[in-house]
T-cell receptor, first 112, second 114 residues
């Protein structure tokens, strides 16, 4: 079993839709959770950074962590064609490792 | 503020050769990380350097090595290149690890092995 599981998609939605992207993880030691956006031929761009369980909102983006079920989500409101990219969830490895454990990424396409 | 910069952007090598990739972190960041993004495997952690020392290493063979310089820039060296080393090599940086700090990535070096 992979430490982080993420549906690879592709996920296609119409412009303006609410998008839900999800990951599950297996290691209860994870405390910090990142979401990155990666455009083609670019490096990952940090979108959201959350600690432990709860919600965090930043503009059209909301990150949600449920440590009891080891489930993390990213919601995108009023999706735009410019949101079309691969979205990567990345818990931090716990302890003093400082390594990010990445999911495989979900490819999102927002249709105008 | 300049982001993480990596050079070169592309490289083509043949099996058995050696390669050096370079990374300059965001100004003020002391930690540098290297990740490999191979097709179908996703991003995998390679190395973490902080204050010139190797702090953590991923599950990669010893022919993957690196170093961090006094100005916090870093090099990744790969010896005896194999076909499966073809990948995007990404460098990230963060503030000093007094607490968990988010990592910011460059755009990577795309390495192709023929």
């Amino acid at each position: 079993q992979k430490e982080v599981e993420q549906d690879p998609g592709p996920l296609s939605v119409p412009e303006g839709a609410i998008v839900s992207l999800n990951c599950t993880y297996s290691n209860s030691a994870f405390q910090y959770f990142m979401w990155y956006r990666q455009y083609s031929r670019k490096g990952p761009e940090l979108l959201m950074y959350t600690y432990s369980s709860g919600n965090k909102e930043d503009g059209r983006f909301t990150a949600q962590v449920d440590k009891s079920s080891k489930y993390i989500s990213l919601f995108i409101r009023d999706s735009q064609p410019s949101d079309s990219a691969t979205y990567l969830c990345a818990p931090e490895g716990g302890g003093a490792t400082n390594k990010l454990i990445f999911g495989t990424g979900t490819l999102l396409a927002v249709q105008p | 503020e300049a982001g993480v910069t990596q050079s070169p952007t592309h490289l083509i090598k043949t099996r058995g050769q050696q390669v050096t990739l370079r990374c300059s972190p965001i100004s003020g960041h002391t930690s540098v990380y290297w990740y490999q993004q191979a097709l179908g495997l996703g991003l995998q952690f390679l190395l973490w350097y902080d204050e010139g020392e190797e702090r953590n290493r991923g599950n990669f063979p010893p022919r993957f090595s690196g170093r961090q310089f006094p100005n916090y820039s870093s090099e990744l060296n790969v010896n005896a290149l194999e076909l499966e080393d073809s990948a995007l090599y990404l460098c990230a940086s963060s503030l000093r690890q007094v607490s968990n700090q988010p990592q910011h990535f460059g755009d990577g070096t795309r390495l192709s092995i023929l």
